[in-house]
């Protein structure tokens, strides 16, 4: 039985985002109704891990899923590492660029069934993938069914303190639009909030080459 696929996979699957993968390089926004927008960056997920993502590698411990892995930069590195590493996201044309730099990945959503499900030592959230769906805490809670008690996961938050929840579309800056999806954007504080009702009782927080990032362990 072929699944059908819920609105935020097919928004993900549309032109603008596909297009920009492919490319290797935006530009690619998440529009908001009021016409607010969020520049997406395409070209630093297509590249080689930076500054920052090199402390977020650092931290990894045991097999790591990287969930919405994009092109698959970290999980390349990781492999290229000789460490076991897999990558998740709805994007065929991401999954593809992840297998081509050397990584392996699924096309799956995060909350479809996914191999060795709680015995992930490291699971990653990076580059606004902790909005994945509209509700940080329901995406928290699956990662930590995920991941082994013993490990961590790993989170990219918002350099602002916010806290929100919109309805956003994918913005290649020409007027092509993919269909609506829920997102969300939380900052250091936000997080810890939501990651104690998830179950989640200890965060660590760090910030590298101007980027903030959160370790979440029990």
Do not use: K
């Amino acid at each position: 039985m072929t699944a059908q696929l819920s609105e935020p996979v097919r928004a993900w699957r549309a032109d603008p985002y596909a297009d920009a993968l492919r490319a290797g390089r935006g530009p690619l926004y998440l529009r908001r109704s009021d016409g607010w927008l969020l520049p997406l960056d395409v070209a630093r997920w297509c590249a080689e891990p930076d500054e920052a993502d090199a402390t977020v590698l650092a931290r990894c411990r045991g097999p790591v899923l990287d969930i919405g892995c994009g092109p698959g930069r970290m999980v390349a590195a990781l492999a290229r590492l000789g460490r076991p590493a897999l990558g998740v996201d709805v994007m065929p044309a991401a999954v593809e660029r992840t297998v081509r730099a050397g990584g392996s990945a699924l096309c799956r959503s995060v909350f479809d069934p996914l191999p060795s499900e709680g015995r992930w030592g490291t699971v990653l959230l990076i580059d606004g993938n902790i909005g994945i769906g509209g509700d940080p805490v329901a995406l928290l809670r699956r990662a930590a069914r995920l991941t082994d008690p013993r490990g961590s996961l790993l989170v990219e938050v918002a350099a602002p303190d916010v806290d929100e929840r919109v309805e956003v579309h994918l913005d290649d800056g020409d007027g092509a639009w993919g269909a609506p999806f829920p997102w969300a954007r939380v900052g250091a504080r936000a997080l810890g909030v939501h990651a104690a009702e998830a179950g989640w009782s200890r965060a660590v927080a760090w910030e590298a080459a101007d980027r903030r990032f959160v370790r979440l362990t029990r």
